[in-house]
């Protein structure tokens, strides 16, 4: 569809633009004394409204001859043969029209007192025209880049949702891995223990399937997720994991985006107690309060080895998630003091109706 | 045929999880002639038993805390055969594979565990690769050393790279000199260039690599050589193509 066209108010500019054009027109028509300002005006008005959307027609053969890949032969060849033609066409029509309005009593002679204007209309019609075509030059630059633009910003919008179904649908192998070693080894000492470990693991594998394609999960889930983690994770470091909570009365009514939490807990794991000899603490807790909900989870870390400040990846994927989907709303905070690496997220308390 | 068919091979299991351990000593138990000579949860405690017991096989866990296995590696040195444990780690799996040193996968399987172990006792003696390249190899690619791990006797020193002024090549050693300290580790500065950020650490001189927040000034010193002065007033030599290098990082920074 020609740009210029639709919308209404777009056309209306355009006829507007022409109202100078046409006065031009007739000026230039009536000052050299041949033609009266009547019969200048009653010939070249209607000649103008027609001639206006002859040069709509530059459109196409702008698209036919891309501005960036021909060559400039091309393009003025092209252009001036269209220009010419429809000029032509154009002195055709206005001959035409003289000749017809001079037929009548008021307009007698208008047909020969017009012959002589006859190079100014078609040298007014070619410009008229090549000046049609730089506009829509102009007008597809426009939208070329407007286009990019767009596709750019889908691009990191697929991006975007890529990364998060990535992130929603993985489960650390080295997590994994290392359970099943676990098991394994429990196997001949502890048979019972090892039977409840591939039980915690089997549900923890089924809670985080066909996550990816959830944008909501009742915090209650998330919650019970962790602790299925965290009793994993237990099992393999012993003591050296301790763990402490406070997460009283939680609403099963409120929802935050699947997986959120976790990166955060498997980051305390990971990069906080693993790099302990002797282990540390987990403490989660959160609660509800005036329709905002507040978690926070802290670790033990050491602060001589790097590692904790390397989950910087991991955290900026929570922040990320937690500003896609509240904007902000939301809040993350992050701190570390005296071996002791604390987030903090504050969001609003959805219960999934409102959003998504 | 040689020493080990009367005498028991001695073994080491280095592991900072206990279940870990567990597989790893039941494994080794159904062998008559292996026998575990001591269990560490750390590459401290392995570095002591090292010394102590001189085993003749290490079972060496990669991740662990402080002191990852490529850290007790490069500590033990490369006399004692090493089986590498890991759970996943797809930089170091490659560079077992290049450097063609054992390595099991957790769970440890029966089978593979036997195959590692055959293949282990058929290399005693043999000398590993060198600790350092193997660490630098399984280093994810873009990551440089944080820590320079030095051991003295049964001490071990972990030095942030940042706290490094400059260090100096001698003979086999390298000397790493910190605010007052000077701690001797068996690596060429070759080995140890590599393992740096070059953004932050230059090879000024062929026996020289300096931290780059360190130096003042630069002076010149003789036809072609220059020298550069440490914030502390410690004079160093730069060749002609160290200054090169020097002058382009700095040209970055400014």
């Known amino acids: 569809m020609h740009p210029l066209l639709t919308p209404i108010r777009r056309f209306g500019l355009y006829l507007l633009a022409w109202l100078p054009l046409a006065l031009i027109l007739i000026y230039l028509m009536a000052v050299p004394g041949r033609l009266g300002w009547l019969d200048a005006t009653v010939l070249i008005v209607p000649l103008c409204l027609i001639y206006q959307f002859v040069c709509l027609s530059a459109w196409y053969s702008c698209k036919a001859v891309p501005i960036q890949n021909s060559t400039a032969q091309r393009l003025w060849l092209t252009h001036a043969i269209a220009a010419a033609i429809l000029s032509l066409l154009w002195v055709l029509l206005a001959k035409l029209l003289a000749y017809g309005l001079s037929q009548m009593p008021s307009f007698q002679g208008l047909n020969s007192r017009f012959a002589s204007q006859v190079p100014v209309i078609f040298g007014a019609g070619f410009l008229l025209y090549l000046l049609s075509v730089a506009s829509h030059y102009v007008i597809l630059a426009i939208e070329d880049s407007n286009k990019a633009e767009i596709r750019v910003q889908e691009t990191s919008i697929l991006a975007r949702d890529a990364e998060l179904k990535a992130l929603k649908a993985q489960v650390n192998p080295h997590f994994l891995f290392n359970s099943l070693n676990s098991i394994s080894a429990l196997t001949s000492v502890d048979p019972a223990k090892a039977r409840e470990m591939c039980i915690l693991l089997a549900e923890f594998l089924r809670m985080t399937l066909g996550l990816g394609e959830k944008s909501n999960v009742p915090l209650t889930e998330e919650i019970s997720l962790l602790h299925h983690y965290l009793a994993i994770e237990k099992v393999r470091f012993g003591a050296r994991l301790q763990m402490e909570e406070d997460l009283p009365e939680l609403s099963s009514s409120i929802d935050l985006p699947p997986l959120l939490l976790q990166p955060l807990v498997e980051n305390a794991i990971t990069h906080g107690i693993a790099n302990l000899p002797d282990g540390g603490t987990v403490r989660l807790s959160g609660h509800s309060h005036n329709g905002r909900v507040l978690i926070a989870i802290e670790n033990t870390f050491d602060p001589d080895s790097s590692p904790m400040r390397k989950s910087g990846l991991g955290l900026k994927n929570v922040r990320n998630r937690l500003e896609a989907r509240y904007g902000k709303d939301a809040s993350m905070r992050v701190s570390s003091e005296n071996g002791n690496f604390r987030v903090e997220l504050s969001f609003p308390a959805d219960t999934g109706e409102v959003r998504n | ?254």
Do not use: W
């Not at chain 2, 392995?46 to 990852?68: G, N, R, T």
């Not at chain 2, 195959?115 to 690769?129: C, D, F, T, V």
């Not at chain 2, 086999?172 to 140890?192: G, N, P, R, W």
């Open chain 2, 1 to 254: 045929m040689s020493k080990h068919d009367e005498k028991k091979i001695t073994a080491l299991i280095v592991d900072d999880e206990d279940l870990a351990r567990l597989v790893l000593r039941e494994l080794i138990q159904t062998h008559a002639d292996l026998e575990v000579v001591a269990e560490c949860a750390n590459g401290f405690e392995a570095v002591k038993a090292v010394a102590e017991h001189k085993p003749d096989l290490i079972f060496l866990d990669v991740q662990m805390p402080k002191l990852s296995g490529f850290d007790v590696l490069e500590l033990i040195g490369t006399e004692t055969a090493v089986v590498f444990v890991t759970a996943y780690d797809q930089y170091a799996m490659r560079a077992f594979e290049v450097h063609a040193v054992d390595y099991l996968l957790k769970p440890i399987g029966r089978d593979r565990f036997e195959a590692a172990l055959e293949r282990a006792k058929s290399r005693l003696g043999e000398k590993l690769p060198a600790a350092p390249d193997l660490a630098a190899a399984a280093r994810p690619p873009k990551q440089f050393l944080e820590r320079i791990v030095v051991r003295d006797g049964t001490r071990v020193t972990l030095i942030p790279v940042r706290k490094l002024d400059y260090a100096e090549a001698q003979d086999d050693y390298v000397a790493l000199v910190t605010e007052s300290k000077k701690h001797l580790k068996q690596q060429t500065i070759a080995s140890l260039e590599a393992c740096l950020d070059p953004d932050r650490f230059v090879r000024v001189h062929r026996s020289y690599i300096v931290n780059l927040e360190r130096v003042a000034r630069i002076e010149p010193y003789g036809k072609d050589s220059r020298l550069a002065i440490l914030a502390d007033g410690t004079r160093l030599p730069v060749s002609k193509t160290g200054y090169a290098r020097l002058k382009t990082l700095l040209d970055q920074r400014t």
